[in-house]
């Protein structure tokens, strides 16, 4: 029952992760105006806003104009459902099943968004680094420092990378979002899964993107990449970690 309530939750934040995407790049308020539709914006009923069941009932089409409103808001609401359900399930209803629900939701958000726009919004960087610390407090004060210390390392690794690849290319070679972000991941995820999402993201990015380049030329959404291979280390790196340890210690 604990898992279906927290999915419902989940769905709900994953309607409100739909305007951040679409309205934090933007600089417009989460607020006002109410939600529209994206193509004739007329203002949308709130029996036409119930996450995913509307748009399945609607067919993917605004009720007043007709147009087709696109397949991502229901998926992102559906994947924000399972990703809440999911932590429930893992962690039961404790801080570390809200803190996985919190920062795997964020994680979403600025993979979408910076997908869409290259773009990585100050309040999914600094806003996700306050509700990092201030969950980390859960753990006392030790694991408030572990969050800082994490925090602190995220941002200085990025910002030496960063620095590097200016110096080394000439021109911006990372993008001050995806600095920030890394200031937010280590608040989770601590110093070690910060090395750990840096290295992934670049593993992943090779794997993934590199390819594309090849056939289509284009910036490079490194946002999307570091959002991913965090996900992995918050669910998986420990044992990770623990065996990389075991094989450098031979």
């Known amino acids: ?41 007329s203002p949308i009923a709130w029996y036409d806003n119930v996450p995913v069941v509307s748009w399945i009932l609607l067919r993917g089409r605004c009720r007043r104009c007709g147009e087709g409103i696109s397949l991502r808001y229901p998926l992102v609401e559906l994947a924000v459902a399972l990703l809440w359900a999911g932590a429930v399930w893992r962690f039961g209803i404790t801080l570390e099943g809200l803190t996985a629900a919190v920062f795997l939701t964020v994680l979403l958000g600025i993979a979408v968004t910076d997908a869409r726009t290259y773009l990585i919004p100050n309040e999914y960087t600094w806003g996700g680094l306050i509700l990092g610390l201030l969950l980390a407090l859960g753990g006392g004060l030790d694991g408030l420092l572990a969050a800082a210390i994490g925090a602190a390392v995220g941002f200085s690794l990025l910002y030496v990378v960063a620095w590097l690849g200016e110096l080394a290319f000439k021109k911006e070679a990372m993008g001050g979002g995806d600095i920030k972000m890394m200031a937010m991941v280590g608040a989770f995820v601590g110093w070690r899964g910060v090395l750990m999402t840096v290295f992934g993201g670049a593993l992943l990015g090779t794997i993934v993107f590199v390819p594309m380049y090849f056939l289509r030329p284009r910036l490079v959404p490194f946002g999307v990449f570091l959002a991913g291979a965090a996900a992995l280390v918050y669910l998986w790196g420990e044992p990770v970690w623990a065996w990389y340890v075991r094989l450098a210690l031979g």
């Open 1 to 41: 029952m604990s898992i279906a309530v927290a999915g419902v939750f989940g769905a709900i934040f994953g309607s409100f992760l739909n305007v951040c995407i679409v309205r934090l790049p933007a600089d417009e308020s989460l607020v006002r105006p109410p939600s529209r539709c994206p193509k004739c914006e």
